[in-house]
């Protein structure tokens, strides 16, 4: 009986994460990781029993509560000390939460919390806040585009007239339209199309095209594919740099532009929260262009061994940036260079050149952002 007991309960909390978590991939992840983990027990003032996943901090105890009160947390209290809400909790700790009705969900919790009740709630503000932002966004994108092109402005007013006319996009939703335009899902062009006849869309076009060619202006990052999308501006994410052989994800940002990541960089579970804002990319496998990474090395602090470094770096044939270096009482040389490279495998080659110097205790390459460094060889 207590091990059929036991089961249900592991089935409703499946079944709990499974309406919690709306995109497949974080349900699967959910899965993988928490299906079975380490739990801590943690009270309440009040003395009641709250159960969490080992790692978890306040923020999660705070959503566990409730979801009004961790939306609202700004402070907690664990064992009567003040403690950031990004401290991890311990088995047996007692935790009271500050909350305050002017605060809401940040998206920088995503870095700390552990609980899938608390990673889905934020993900939802997250969502609905991008959501806003892409439909005004978009609406504004559309309004200037009717100026622009000469289009009577009074069609974004009128909704009858509007939908009408968006029907022929598909598109039922007024909203779902300008959300897409402010994501870069579907071009102003697309729209403008729909709203003057054939010759005038056509003189209009290419009056945009001339206009285009008076301000040049650099819409992708040579080596990187696209797929779907038009007038999108690419950046590679300097908190990651990736380069060529890295396995990649994209975002589109609030303002039709596309960051790209490296799939392993620390900021991809806090920007992964919207699918709608995921695009498919790769890399060129045509086109060699260096580009930035950085790399940490230490080393014996004694005469050359700046220059070996340095030497090893430019016998693999990549250029060296910046360069840094902060010596210690131990002896030691703490190295930071921004070499440029063309791919992952001539990365992976410097590096093992530098490791070959006998005076290097390591190498590697440093992927971070503020607040937050990691390091891959």
């Not at 210690?328 to 590096?351: M, P, S």
Request: a negative charge.
């Amino acid at each position: 009986m207590e091990q059929k007991s036991e089961r249900f309960f592991w089935l409703d909390r499946l079944l709990q994460w499974q309406k919690e978590l709306l995109d497949s991939r974080e349900f699967m992840t959910s899965v993988k990781e928490d299906l079975f983990p380490d739990v801590i027990y943690t009270f309440t003032p009040q003395g009641e029993v709250r159960e969490l996943l080992k790692g978890s901090t306040p923020i999660d105890f705070a959503f566990n509560i409730h979801t009004e009160v961790g939306k609202h947390a700004v402070g907690s209290f664990v064992n009567g000390r003040d403690v950031a809400l990004d401290q991890p909790l311990r088995n047996g700790d007692t935790v009271e939460i500050l909350t305050s009705e002017d605060q809401v969900p940040q998206r920088e919790w995503l870095r700390f919390a552990k609980t899938p009740k608390a990673r889905a709630r934020i993900k939802d503000w997250v969502r609905a806040q991008e959501r806003e932002r892409s439909i005004e966004f978009g609406r504004a994108l559309l309004k200037d585009s009717f100026e622009k092109f000469q289009v009577d402005p009074g069609f974004l007013e009128d909704e009858e007239r509007f939908q009408a006319v968006i029907q022929k996009l598909g598109y039922h939703d007024r909203d779902k339209l300008f959300e897409n335009l402010g994501y870069g899902k579907i071009s102003v062009l697309q729209v403008v199309e729909k709203f003057v006849t054939a010759r005038e869309f056509k003189r209009l076009k290419k009056k945009e095209e001339k206009l285009r060619k008076k301000e040049p202006y650099d819409l992708s990052v040579p080596g990187i594919q696209v797929t779907g999308m038009e007038d999108v501006f690419i950046h590679l994410a300097s908190c990651c740099n990736p380069v060529p052989g890295d396995r990649i994800i994209a975002f589109i940002g609030d303002k039709r532009g596309v960051s790209v990541h490296e799939i392993d960089c620390p900021l991809v579970k806090e920007l992964d929260v919207n699918p709608e804002r995921r695009i498919e990319v790769q890399w060129d496998a045509d086109a060699r262009v260096a580009r930035p990474v950085k790399v940490r090395v230490q080393a014996a602090d004694q005469p050359g061994v700046l220059a070996d470094i340095c030497s090893a770096i430019t016998a693999q044939g990549a250029n060296i940036g910046r360069t840094q270096v902060v010596t210690g009482g131990d002896k030691t040389a703490q190295c930071q260079f921004e070499i440029e490279v063309y791919d992952r495998a001539q990365l992976d080659e410097i590096l093992a050149s530098i490791r070959k110097n006998k005076t290097v205790m390591y190498a590697e390459r440093i992927k971070g952002v503020e607040g937050s460094m990691s390091y891959s060889g």
